[in-house]
């Protein structure tokens, strides 16, 4: 398990080290008044401490994504743990910190208003559309997914995946509505603790236990023979970076009393999450003793809430085990509501619509909630997909919009357009191979995926370059 405990050290180092130079990059400032003070309405606005932001702001980011992504990503091999371990730091940590530091300096602004502002209206336009796209699929995928694991574990006795989405429907209908520190405030800092306990538990059981992990390789060991490049990248997304998590981020960024706190918060949030997806990577690949063992269990055994279910009861026996569950349950149902809330709030903020009456909050909420319902009726893998891929792209537009800003600030972007520019590689050869997209070979993907990253990259110097030189004119 050297590998593994290796990945958690990198995670834990980069926190310290390159989480300073981002943040120092920055330039946060103590005494600048943030939006939770100077605003505060009592709904969207409220002054929180930090260590229950910290938690509530995990819990936000750790949907499935980083234990079904990470599950699903150790199909590819020990390829997975170095994506999780410099993705999230030199990407996801990134992607995480700018969208809340920038939103908490723009008055707590949803993300696609910050897109706008630094990469223009067009691109705001664009952002508003797609993010709460995004948001009402990940909505609805997380909407299902606790469903099925509820039923599947039968807690209370009910095993219809039909009743518990009902019941988990209700409950995000209250939380979108509902004044961020009644519901979200209370109880998400005590489900983010049991959620960190429990990945915690099923480390250690693994390293105790002496679990072996796959000689490591860069080449991919999926069953299907999918390439490591770009489907890794994909398939592993809130591990690593996602864009889901740059909506999230404008919540916590109303909620914060003090700029200093950012590096706690939205970077720390995205090495914790990054540890989480790492403890199940490596669970994933040495439970079953292999990666093709892997396989077997995922198309046999209920596929990945099965696999959670199966590692969490042999790890830490039946009351660890169904603790375990619920904490991962309890990632995802945290998740989908504030997806649910922060489309609420990206629909509200592009039509300047006041959202303290609750008749205003329900004029939102109602049609959001009818379409995500819908949506369930969908077969799962397929809403799945398509949110894989626009989650990935969303993280390309705000790392290049955090480029945008370090480029006007005169501050060394290239924190912001490295990774910028790989996620567009990604996003665009995926796209192109993807059963979803274009469906092309990789002879052709993989060159446009490139040419397009290149394209970009070139495209956002000359023209950050010209708007220095107006500037100075």
């Given at each position: 398990?050297?590998?593994?405990?290796?990945?958690?050290?990198?995670?834990?180092?980069?926190?310290?080290?390159?989480?300073?130079?981002?943040?120092?990059?920055?330039?946060?400032?103590?005494?600048?008044?943030?939006?939770?003070?100077?605003?505060?309405?009592?709904?969207?606005?409220?002054?929180?401490?930090?260590?229950?932001?910290?938690?509530?702001?995990?819990?936000?980011?750790?949907?499935?994504?980083?234990?079904?992504?990470?599950?699903?990503?150790?199909?590819?091999?020990?390829?997975?743990?170095?994506?999780?371990?410099?993705?999230?730091?030199?990407?996801?940590?990134?992607?995480?910190?700018?969208?809340?530091?920038?939103?908490?300096?723009?008055?707590?602004?949803?993300?696609?208003?910050?897109?706008?502002?630094?990469?223009?209206?067009?691109?705001?336009?664009?952002?508003?559309?797609?993010?709460?796209?995004?948001?009402?699929?990940?909505?609805?995928?997380?909407?299902?997914?606790?469903a099925d694991l509820l039923a599947?574990?039968?807690?209370?006795?009910?095993?219809?995946?039909?009743?518990?989405?009902?019941?988990?429907?209700?409950?995000?209908?209250?939380?979108?509505?509902?004044?961020?520190?009644k519901i979200i405030g209370k109880i998400y800092p005590l489900f983010g603790l049991a959620l960190l306990i429990m990945a915690g538990g099923i480390g250690g059981a693994l390293v105790i236990n002496g679990y072996q992990l796959p000689a490591f390789t860069i080449?991919?060991?999926?069953?299907?023979?999918?390439?490591?490049?770009?489907?890794?990248?994909?398939?592993?997304?809130?591990?690593?970076?996602?864009?889901?998590?740059?909506?999230?981020?404008?919540?916590?960024?109303?909620?914060?009393?003090?700029?200093?706190?950012?590096?706690?918060?939205?970077?720390?949030?995205?090495?914790?999450?990054?540890?989480?997806?790492?403890?199940?990577?490596?669970?994933?690949?040495?439970?079953?003793?292999?990666?093709?063992?892997?396989?077997?269990?995922?198309?046999?055994g209920g596929g990945p809430g099965g696999v959670v279910n199966t590692i969490s009861n042999s790890l830490l026996g039946p009351i660890g085990g169904l603790l375990a569950m619920l904490g991962v349950i309890a990632a995802p149902i945290t998740s989908g509501d504030t997806a649910f809330r922060s489309?609420?709030?990206?629909?509200?903020?592009a039509a300047k619509y006041e959202q303290e009456p609750i008749k205003n909050r329900l004029i939102l909420a109602l049609p959001l909630f009818a379409i995500g319902f819908g949506l369930t009726r969908i077969d799962f893998n397929i809403i799945w997909r398509y949110f894989a891929w626009s989650n990935q792209t969303l993280a390309m537009i705000v790392l290049w919009a955090s480029a945008a800003y370090l480029v006007k600030e005169g501050k060394p972007h290239w924190i912001a357009s490295a990774p910028a520019t790989f996620m567009t590689a990604v996003s665009i050869t995926y796209i192109m191979m993807a059963p979803e997209g274009f469906k092309l070979s990789s002879s052709i993907s993989y060159p446009v995926g490139l040419l397009a990253a290149v394209g970009a990259l070139i495209y956002f110097l000359v023209k950050m370059n010209k708007k220095e030189e107006l500037q100075k004119a």
């Amino acid at each position: 398990m050297s590998l593994f405990i290796l990945g958690i050290i990198i995670l834990i180092v980069g926190y310290f080290t390159y989480g300073k130079i981002v943040d120092k990059v920055f330039e946060t400032d103590e005494n600048r008044e943030t939006p939770a003070t100077r605003i505060n309405d009592g709904i969207d606005f409220v002054p929180m401490s930090t260590p229950k932001i910290f938690l509530i702001q995990l819990l936000n980011i750790a949907g499935l994504g980083p234990i079904f992504g990470a599950i699903q990503g150790a199909l590819f091999g020990p390829a997975a743990f170095l994506w999780i371990a410099f993705g999230s730091i030199f990407a996801g940590g990134v992607h995480d910190y700018f969208s809340g530091m920038l939103s908490l300096r723009h008055d707590g602004q949803s993300i696609s208003e910050i897109v706008g502002i630094y990469l223009g209206e067009g691109a705001r336009k664009v952002m508003r559309v797609f993010s709460v796209i995004l948001l009402v699929l990940v909505g609805t995928v997380f909407m299902q997914g606790p469903a099925d694991l509820l039923a599947n574990i039968k807690l209370f006795g009910l095993g219809d995946a039909n009743v518990w989405l009902g019941i988990v429907l209700v409950y995000y209908f209250l939380a979108t509505i509902l004044p961020v520190d009644k519901i979200i405030g209370k109880i998400y800092p005590l489900f983010g603790l049991a959620l960190l306990i429990m990945a915690g538990g099923i480390g250690g059981a693994l390293v105790i236990n002496g679990y072996q992990l796959p000689a490591f390789t860069i080449a991919t060991l999926h069953p299907d023979k999918l390439p490591v490049w770009p489907m890794l990248f994909v398939t592993i997304a809130c591990g690593a970076i996602s864009g889901f998590h740059a909506t999230q981020s404008p919540m916590m960024a109303r909620c914060m009393t003090n700029e200093k706190d950012g590096k706690k918060v939205f970077y720390g949030a995205m090495i914790a999450e990054g540890v989480i997806a790492m403890i199940w990577a490596a669970a994933a690949m040495a439970f079953f003793g292999g990666v093709p063992q892997l396989g077997e269990a995922l198309a046999n055994g209920g596929g990945p809430g099965g696999v959670v279910n199966t590692i969490s009861n042999s790890l830490l026996g039946p009351i660890g085990g169904l603790l375990a569950m619920l904490g991962v349950i309890a990632a995802p149902i945290t998740s989908g509501d504030t997806a649910f809330r922060s489309a609420r709030l990206t629909i509200a903020d592009a039509a300047k619509y006041e959202q303290e009456p609750i008749k205003n909050r329900l004029i939102l909420a109602l049609p959001l909630f009818a379409i995500g319902f819908g949506l369930t009726r969908i077969d799962f893998n397929i809403i799945w997909r398509y949110f894989a891929w626009s989650n990935q792209t969303l993280a390309m537009i705000v790392l290049w919009a955090s480029a945008a800003y370090l480029v006007k600030e005169g501050k060394p972007h290239w924190i912001a357009s490295a990774p910028a520019t790989f996620m567009t590689a990604v996003s665009i050869t995926y796209i192109m191979m993807a059963p979803e997209g274009f469906k092309l070979s990789s002879s052709i993907s993989y060159p446009v995926g490139l040419l397009a990253a290149v394209g970009a990259l070139i495209y956002f110097l000359v023209k950050m370059n010209k708007k220095e030189e107006l500037q100075k004119a």
